[in-house]
C-alpha cells in the first residue's frame, strides 16, 4: 500500500513537472513578447523614420535587434517586414547618409534578415530605401 502511494505521487509530479516544461518551451516564448523601442532616427527630408525595436521574448531567449523603416511619426506595424533582424548585436548605430540611405553600422552581429527596400502597410507606402550593412571593427 506504501510503495502504491508513494507511486502514485511520483507519477503525479512527473506529470506536473512535464507541464510546466511543456509550457516554458511551447507557450512561454509567444506569450511574453516585449517590443521596446530604443531608437527613432528622422531621415533628413523628414519622411521616414527609422525605428530600432528590441524584441525580448523572455529570461531564457537573446533580445532580437528589428530596424524598420516607417513613414515619420509612425509606429511599426505587426504586418511590417523588418529591413534587419539580428541578435547578439554589439556596437549598433544608425544614420541617415542622404534622404534614401539608411547606413548600419555594428562591430559584430548574428544577422538572421536584411533587405534592401521597404514595403509599409500603412498607408500603402513602397519603394526602395538603400540600406548599407558596414561592420565596423
Same mark, same amino acid.
Given at each position: 500500500?506504501?510503495?502504491?502511494?508513494?507511486? *502514485?505521487?511520483?507519477?503525479?509530479?512527473?506529470?506536473?513537472?512535464?507541464?510546466?516544461?511543456?509550457? *516554458?518551451?511551447?507557450?512561454? +516564448? /509567444?506569450?511574453? %513578447?516585449?517590443?521596446?523601442e530604443? *531608437?527613432r532616427?528622422?531621415s +533628413?527630408?523628414?519622411?521616414?523614420?527609422?525605428?530600432?525595436? #528590441?524584441?525580448?521574448?523572455?529570461?531564457?531567449?537573446?533580445?532580437?535587434?528589428?530596424?524598420?523603416?516607417? +513613414?515619420?511619426?509612425?509606429? +511599426?506595424?505587426?504586418?511590417?517586414?523588418?529591413?534587419?533582424?539580428?541578435?547578439?548585436? /554589439?556596437d %549598433?548605430?544608425?544614420?541617415?547618409?542622404?534622404?534614401?540611405?539608411?547606413?548600419?553600422?555594428?562591430?559584430?552581429?548574428?544577422?538572421?534578415?536584411?533587405?534592401?527596400?521597404?514595403?509599409?502597410?500603412?498607408e500603402?507606402? #513602397?519603394? #526602395?530605401?538603400r *540600406?548599407? #550593412?558596414?561592420?565596423?571593427?
Amino acid at each position: 500500500m506504501l510503495k502504491t502511494k508513494s507511486f *502514485i505521487y511520483i507519477l503525479l509530479a512527473g506529470i506536473v513537472l512535464l507541464g510546466i516544461c511543456i509550457y *516554458i518551451v511551447f507557450f512561454m +516564448p /509567444f506569450s511574453s %513578447l516585449k517590443d521596446t523601442e530604443t *531608437i527613432r532616427l528622422n531621415s +533628413p527630408d523628414n519622411k521616414l523614420d527609422a525605428v530600432k525595436v #528590441e524584441r525580448d521574448a523572455g529570461a531564457m531567449t537573446t533580445a532580437q535587434h528589428l530596424i524598420y523603416i516607417v +513613414p515619420a511619426g509612425h509606429n +511599426p506595424n505587426p504586418k511590417d517586414i523588418p529591413v534587419f533582424k539580428a541578435k547578439r548585436v /554589439f556596437d %549598433l548605430a544608425l544614420s541617415w547618409k542622404d534622404d534614401q540611405t539608411l547606413m548600419i553600422q555594428y562591430s559584430k552581429a548574428d544577422i538572421s534578415h536584411f533587405q534592401n527596400y521597404i514595403y509599409s502597410s500603412q498607408e500603402d507606402q #513602397e519603394g #526602395e530605401t538603400r *540600406i548599407i #550593412e558596414q561592420q565596423v571593427k
